[in-house]
């Protein structure tokens, strides 16, 4: 059974950076195409970045330009390099995997406040 276990989130002034990490076990990562998603207070959860197992990524308008993924098969991470946040980018990150079916981490909580 895949398991996906996030960290690196935390408080954060707005124009900070964080690096979330993704933890990846009980499969086989380099085939999974993995994912970062948001879910803010009172809202639905929205894709933030994707990243295949090839190593093609795609990006939400929002956070283009400031967010990278990335992944390090040899690891079994996925990572969310995030730039020049702003308040609005407050939520918890999640990291999914997905191949024949998608798996959730737990989440982990980012808030951007001064």
């Known amino acids: 059974q895949v398991q996906l276990v996030e960290s690196g989130g935390g408080l954060v002034q707005p124009g900070g950076s964080l690096r979330l990490s993704c933890e990846f076990s009980g499969s086989i990562f380099r085939i999974y195409n993995m994912g970062w998603y948001r879910q803010a207070p009172g809202k639905q959860r929205e894709l933030v970045a994707t990243?295949?197992?090839?190593?093609?990524?795609t990006y939400a308008d929002a956070v283009k330009g400031r967010f990278t993924i990335s992944r390090d098969n040899a690891k079994k991470t996925v990572y969310l390099q995030m730039n020049s946040l702003k308040p609005e980018d407050t939520a918890v990150y999640y990291c999914k995997a997905d191949s024949l079916r998608g798996f959730w981490g737990q989440g982990t909580q980012v808030t951007v406040s001064s």
């Open positions: 990243i295949t197992s090839g190593g093609s990524t």
